[in-house]
């Protein structure tokens, strides 16, 4: 009797060991699985510098203010560490419609994943709320970040108005930084095409 309780104390003791190195196996495969902030960083850097270099790039913004216009129109880099693009679909003259400060401001927009475009090589529509009426508006509060309706949405997307007046359309290229501070962490660079209004719409 002695030596059958010895037997099956051995025996648990081997499976609990096979159990314990089981579990050290998979903890450690699924680190390795992991992709760390660097590699996602390298990769949003990647996926933007592929993607400029099929737009023409204008590294300052023009002393006049002037941008050109239009599907063709560069990409102007409107921050000084290149984490948002600018290019102007339809201009509006910001001495005659400036966004005053904690003005509501109203805009539709659709994003495109940077990342997956450059993996897939497709520009599919991520989210937003540009082709569904049924939707509402989404909104800010221009420059005055206390407020959550616009820390929500990052620097990036109120920068335009910074140069345009309010009725205007641009497309964004964004990087995270800049991006929604909920996916911050996920280092998800965004093409936004968005359209501003005064009014809800």
Same mark, same amino acid.
């Given at each position: 009797?002695?030596?059958?309780?010895?037997?099956?104390?051995?025996?648990?003791?081997?499976l609990?060991?096979?159990a314990?190195?089981?579990?050290?196996?998979?903890?450690? +495969?699924s680190?390795?699985?992991?992709?760390?902030?660097?590699?996602?960083?390298?990769?949003?850097?990647?996926?933007?510098?592929a993607?400029?270099?099929?737009?023409?790039? *204008?590294?300052e913004i023009?002393?006049d203010?002037?941008?050109?216009? %239009? #599907?063709?129109?560069?990409?102007?880099?409107?921050?000084n560490?290149?984490?948002?693009?600018?290019? *102007?679909?339809?201009? +509006?003259?910001?001495?005659?419609?400036?966004?005053?400060?904690? #003005?509501?401001?109203?805009?539709? $927009?659709?994003?495109?994943?940077?990342?997956? &475009?450059?993996e897939?090589?497709?520009?599919?529509?991520?989210? %937003?709320?540009a082709?569904d009426m049924?939707t @509402?508006? @989404?909104y800010?509060?221009? +420059?005055? $970040?206390?407020?959550?309706?616009s820390?929500? &949405?990052?620097?990036g997307?109120q920068?335009p108005l910074n140069?345009l007046?309010?009725e205007c #359309?641009?497309?964004?290229?964004?990087k @995270?930084? $800049?991006?929604?501070?909920? #996916?911050?962490? $996920?280092?998800?660079?965004f093409?936004?095409h968005?359209?501003?209004?005064?009014s809800?719409?």
């Open positions: 009797m002695k030596k059958n309780n010895n037997m099956m104390m051995n025996i648990t003791k081997k609990a060991m096979l314990a190195t089981a579990m050290l196996a998979v903890a450690a +495969s680190c390795s699985d992991e992709v760390s902030y660097a590699d996602r960083l390298n990769s949003e850097r990647n996926a933007c510098n993607f400029l270099a099929t737009k023409r790039v *204008v590294n023009p002393a203010t002037i941008f050109e216009v %239009g #599907e063709n129109a560069p990409f102007y880099r409107i921050d560490e290149g984490n948002v693009y600018m290019q *102007v679909i339809k201009s +509006s003259d910001r001495k005659a419609d400036k966004a005053k400060v904690s #003005e509501t401001i109203y805009f539709r $927009y659709t994003r495109y994943n940077i990342v997956s &475009w450059y897939t090589g497709s520009l599919i529509p991520y989210d %937003g709320n082709t049924s @509402s508006s @989404s800010f509060n221009y +420059s005055d $970040y206390t407020l959550p309706a820390s929500q &949405w990052g620097y997307l920068m140069f007046g309010v #359309e641009v497309k964004l290229l964004v @995270s930084q $800049y991006g929604l501070t909920s #996916e911050i962490s $996920y280092v998800m660079p093409l936004y968005v359209r501003y209004f005064h809800k719409i």
